[in-house]
């Protein structure tokens, strides 16, 4: 019951504040996602806590797969999410920019209330994605520690959340990650 109350006391913190931006807290880079955000064809921007566009997702309506490609502001291509045919079920791969496996994202386990996903790292450490996925509630860690914390309660809009990535973390990779995560809870949207 302790580790609850303690959850919930930080997650009001960052909520409330200190700092600038609608997720509070200091150190961290906050992004605000929006769901329903995989339309392939449609391309959508990630901002940061201060509503800067930082990173452009581009939905390729012409392949015969969903590809969703990352870029920076300027148009470099950063990282891309495709389905692939043929593969393992419930998961997808995120590639660099020159087309090599960076990661895959797997789903592990469905319990009624959590859902547990897997994020293999290719050349490191894997992170385990797990919490109510569903409503944009859960965490990203790496054993015990927090790498990531994903929640819709940061932002008034209906349709955002946030997604808010600990130092040195590699943000590109975890906000790829969760938008493959959403995009396999959330099929068809």
């Known amino acids: 019951m302790f580790g609850r109350d303690r959850r919930e006391e930080r997650r009001d913190d ?3 504040g200190p700092g600038p931006g609608p997720m ?9 996602m929006v769901q329903n955000i ?6 959508f ?10 990173f452009k997702v581009d939905g390729k309506a012409l392949r015969v797969r969903q590809t969703l490609i990352f870029e920076d502001r300027g148009g470099q291509e ?4 495709q389905e692939r045919m043929m593969r393992v079920k419930d998961s997808m791969e995120i590639e660099d920019a020159n087309g090599r496996q960076v990661a895959m994202v797997k789903k592990a386990l469905i319990t009624p209330v959590r859902e547990r ?9 894997d992170l385990e994605i797990q919490g109510n996925i569903l409503v944009h509630e859960y965490r ?10 994903v929640s819709k309660k940061w932002f008034r ?9 600990d130092p040195g973390q590699g943000d590109i990779l975890i906000l790829a990650a969760t938008v493959a995560v959403d995009m396999m809870a959330h099929p068809g949207r």
């Open 157 to 165: 809009l209906r349709d955002s959340y946030g997604v808010e990535i």
């Open 38 to 43: 995989v339309a392939i064809g449609d391309d």
């Open 24 to 32: 509070g807290g200091g150190g961290a880079n906050r992004y605000q």
């Open 78 to 81: 950063l990282c891309k999410i």
């Open 45 to 54: 921007w990630i901002e940061n806590d201060r509503r800067e566009k930082v």
């Open 117 to 125: 996903w897997t994020l293999n790292v290719r050349g490191g450490p």
């Open 14 to 16: 960052r909520r409330e």
């Open 140 to 149: 990203i860690e790496r054993g015990r520690d927090r790498v990531a914390e």
